[in-house]
């Protein structure tokens, strides 16, 4: 009997030094090998929305004339335009995977591609997904290149040039295929990853400064298309009224036909946008072809640049590209560049997104709450082990112990798992220490009547904790039953404020009933054996 | 022996005067704003958001780029000297919503972001829907688990709809008290506030199973005794307790009401009354009607009530 009890001793004493080393701020993390099997964790906080900042997401897919969630790698049999079908060739599917995973997959490529650390991509019901991009200063840029479907065409414009920002219908489909709505009128001089053009506010125009720069080989003198100038009444205006006859364009080559895509800086001095962003891609070799024989035949004439049915840029073919590679040049930012070269990179989602809901929370909103409830946390807590101690006395203190113990480990599990805390989160951690205590004054309480019924002081602990145990189970159970039942609720929504505070609070039931049946247990029945007589001669201390 | 259940009808005449005043307050609600709480954004769909600027705005011309953009159902508040405004709008879409600031930044200057909160109305009626299903699910839960764990007990059944009808006291209380907060300071209700029932429900369940735990444990000891002595019992055993626990909950929830953050005040202060009612309920309502119920004490009200006029 003694034996097991200091062997428990050392054992939670092991415990609660683990969890200050996993809660220690510069902690180095778990890094290590045995053989092929490797571990390499960092330990920090994970801060939710609130506390961190950043952007939340939730897209939904549309649907297209049938169902999403089929689990054939092809929609086939859908009522769906066949560049859809098409474009599922790119991929490899994962043994029936839905078009929701592909899509989610895609999404992550994309959200890794953005750079944004931590970022988490989670789907939701089964057609929504949840994007999670903490701590990012400027959501927009990032959301709109998540969610854009990214269908790429090149596209003959013929001897007309197109504005950037133009809406078109081509070959392979209309707007509402890739936005599953109908677009209204199109504004001219959006910029170029401006999508679907609904405001009407004025904006001042922009000109276009616009080419497309063919690198036939390293060696040879860079190739130029030329610059289009948009003299005065060459320009077509880009509004279509809906009433007349829509062109159709025709599709050269879509997305399907490019290699790689990424970014670079512009190392022309001569070029317009040199040192700045552009993208380059390489063609595979039906598409390199198909390019060749392509801007053979039209040289002179314009090629538009299409991603989404909306034009990116339309240079003049000067002549002839035959090695399958090229840049596209535009007013593009450093992140417009690389997720432009992402969307092209990891290929167009299968089914197109709308947001249906869009949080975004500046990063300095975050810490003066963290401060204030940490404060407010921590002089609670006090109170309580203030108040333990002065009403059970000796058993209190034991208490205190445990009630240390107990957020020590509960505080490392949320760095380990990791939690991501949020505000209600810290408040569920800090409602579960309230808690904590509850066990072990139900076991106090049933140990002071054992006492008073004229128990031994042994058996009286011994009584006090197996009658409490039934009373502590079943209670709590009850508490994790709601949890559980919040987290399904939360999650259901990408609702990261309830579905953290679900999580901590459940830990915090569970560790709680660990620590008061394991470590309060094993200290009062430890400082029995330590010091019985000295308690026996002082019923006081015991809080009779 | 103090007899607290022999006080009963004190208790359920305390308790309707918690309880009227809020289904007052929630009649008035449906009646002026279409609903019994006031509804925040992630029920209704919608956005609001802190826009922070580097001079004072007037809220109207505010108001007048957001109805130029289409938000016609728009609302702007400012604080800070004019210099933060917060605006309520119908769900903003992306695109639209970068517009607006830009047209913002270029009237105003500068503008940052604080925070933003949207949600599409479909959405919004999805979690309305859900939060129901959640309540249900989890009362219906809580009482299966109650008779489950009371088997053994003559009329388990009872110990579940009792524990069960203290804890709709408690929403009850809590609702009400945010119809009336609703009303007289236009609180509004959203998903943490449905956290915070949902916690409640749990809370309060387990306080009066405590006590149910207790009179279980006394029926086999005290056969013979009337029922009504035996809860007396038993209440006055775990008072203490009860008690106890719920001070010391109370402490960490004071202190986050007083010195936390203000974006949570509004969900401690519903955890906390809840709290507090949860103990009162488990002691004067739980039991008493589980001792009502046992001494079949409202068929009795009942005829008593239509054999008056019968005699008269």
Same mark, same amino acid.
């Given at each position: ?544 | ?109 500068? !503008? ?6 949207? $949600? =599409?109305?479909?959405? *919004?009626? &999805? /979690?309305? +829907?859900?939060?129901?299903? %959640? ?37 009850? !209380? ?6 009336? $907060? =609703?009303?007289?300071? *236009?609180? &509004? /209700?959203? +998903?943490?506030?449905?956290? %915070? ?45 009860? $008690? ?60 008593? $009530? ?7």
């Amino acid at each position: 009997m003694r034996q097991k009890d200091y062997a428990l001793l050392a054992i939670i004493i092991l415990v609660t030094l683990t969890a200050l080393w996993i809660n220690w701020g510069d902690n180095p993390g778990i890094h290590f090998e045995i053989g092929d099997f490797r571990v390499h964790r960092d330990i920090n906080v994970l801060l939710g929305l609130d506390l961190g900042g950043g952007t939340e997401v939730v897209l939904e897919a549309m649907e297209i004339g049938g169902a999403i969630t089929d689990t054939t790698t092809v929609p086939g049999g859908l009522a769906c335009p066949p560049f859809l079908a098409g474009m599922f060739g790119q991929f490899v599917p994962t043994g029936g995977q839905d078009s929701l995973g592909v899509a989610q997959n895609i999404i992550e490529q994309r959200v890794d591609a953005l750079g944004v650390t931590e970022a988490r991509v989670h789907r939701v019901g089964d057609k929504r997904i949840l994007v999670e991009l903490p701590g990012i200063q400027d959501p927009a840029v990032a959301i709109r290149v998540i969610r854009e479907t990214g269908f790429m065409e090149f596209v003959d414009a013929g001897a007309v040039y197109l504005q950037p920002g133009t809406v078109v219908v081509t070959s392979l489909g209309a707007p509402e295929d890739i936005t599953g709505t109908q677009t209204v009128t199109t504004t001219p001089g959006a910029t170029a990853l401006a999508p679907t053009p609904t405001v009407a506010i004025p904006t001042a125009t922009t000109t276009p400064t616009v080419a497309v720069t063919a690198v036939v080989s390293p060696t040879a003198p860079p190739v130029t298309l030329a610059t289009p100038t948009p003299a005065a009444g060459t320009v077509p205006t880009a509004t279509e009224p809906v009433t007349k006859p829509v062109k159709v364009y025709q599709t050269v080559m879509t997305g399907r036909d490019l290699k790689t895509a990424y970014v670079t800086i512009d190392q022309d001095p001569a070029s317009d946008s040199y040192q700045k962003a552009i993208i380059a891609f390489e063609l595979n070799r039906e598409g390199a072809t198909k390019f060749a024989a392509f801007t053979s035949a039209n040289v002179g004439k314009y090629l538009a640049i299409i991603i989404d049915k909306r034009v990116i840029s339309c240079p003049v073919i000067n002549s002839p590209i035959t090695e399958g590679r090229g840049i596209i040049q535009g007013k593009f930012t450093l992140d417009e560049a690389r997720g432009l070269a992402a969307q092209l990179q990891y290929g167009a989602l299968p089914i197109p997104f709308r947001i249906v809901s869009e949080r975004v929370v500046d990063p300095t909103l975050g810490q003066d709450s963290i401060q204030k409830s940490v404060m407010a946390g921590l002089i609670g807590v006090f109170t309580v082990l203030l108040f333990m101690a002065i009403y059970y006395r000796v058993p209190g203190l034991v208490a205190d112990v445990a009630l240390v113990v107990f957020a020590l480990v509960t505080f490392a599990l949320f760095k380990l798992i990791p939690v991501a805390l949020t505000l209600p989160g810290i408040a569920g951690f800090l409602l579960s220490i309230g808690m904590a205590v509850d066990a072990n004054i139900l076991i106090f309480e049933r140990m002071k009547e054992e006492l008073r019924t004229g128990r031994s002081l042994g058996a009286a602990i011994q009584a006090g904790f197996d009658r409490a145990w039934t009373s502590i189970r079943d209670s709590n159970i009850s508490t994790l039953i709601t949890c559980a039942i919040l987290f399904w609720f939360g999650s259901n929504f990408g609702a990261g404020e309830v579905s953290g505070f679900a999580v901590t609070l459940f830990l915090g039931v569970v560790v709680s009933m660990f620590t008061a049946i394991t470590v309060t247990h094993t200290l009062i029945r430890v400082l029995f054996v330590v010091a019985r007589d000295f308690l026996q001669d002082h019923p006081g201390l015991l809080g009779l | 022996m103090y007899d607290i259940v022999g006080k009963r009808k004190w208790y359920f005449l305390f308790s309707s005067l918690l309880i009227v005043p809020g289904i007052i307050a929630m009649i008035i609600s449906t009646a002026t704003i279409g609903t019994p709480v006031r509804l925040g954004i992630d029920f209704t769909g919608g956005t609001i958001m802190e826009l922070a600027f580097t001079q004072p705005v007037q809220p109207a011309d505010v108001r007048a780029v957001f109805v130029i953009a289409g938000y016609t159902d728009t609302s702007v508040q400012t604080t800070d000297e004019g210099r933060t405004v917060i605006i309520r709008t119908a769900a903003l879409d992306p695109d639209d919503k970068e517009a607006i600031k830009a047209e913002l930044a270029s009237q105003y200057g500068a !503008v940052k972001e604080i925070y933003s909160d949207t $949600l =599409g109305a479909q959405v *919004g009626q &999805e /979690v309305t +829907a859900s939060a129901i299903i %959640a309540v249900t699910v989890a009362s219906l839960a809580i009482i299966g688990y109650i008779v489950l764990a009371f088997r053994k007990v003559p009329h388990p059944v009872r110990y579940g709809v009792c524990a069960v009808l203290a804890m709709i006291h408690d929403v009850l !209380v809590v609702l009400g008290l945010f119809a009336i $907060l =609703g009303l007289l300071l *236009g609180w &509004e /209700v959203d +998903a943490l506030f449905l956290t %915070a029932v949902l916690t409640v429900i749990g809370f309060s369940v387990q306080d009066t199973i405590v006590v149910f735990d207790r009179i279980r444990e006394n029926i086999p000891k005290h056969r013979g005794e009337p029922f009504e002595d035996i809860v007396n019992h038993s209440l006055l055993q775990t008072v203490h307790r009860s $008690l106890v626990t719920q001070i010391n909950a109370l402490f960490v929830m004071v202190a986050l009401l007083l010195f936390g953050g203000a974006t949570i005040q509004q969900f401690i202060l519903a955890m906390f009354v809840g709290m507090v009612t949860g103990t009162y309920s488990s002691i004067c309502v739980a039991v008493p009607l589980l001792v009502v119920w046992e001494k079949g004490e409202v068929p009795a009200f009942f005829r008593r $009530l239509f054999r008056r006029p019968a005699a008269a």
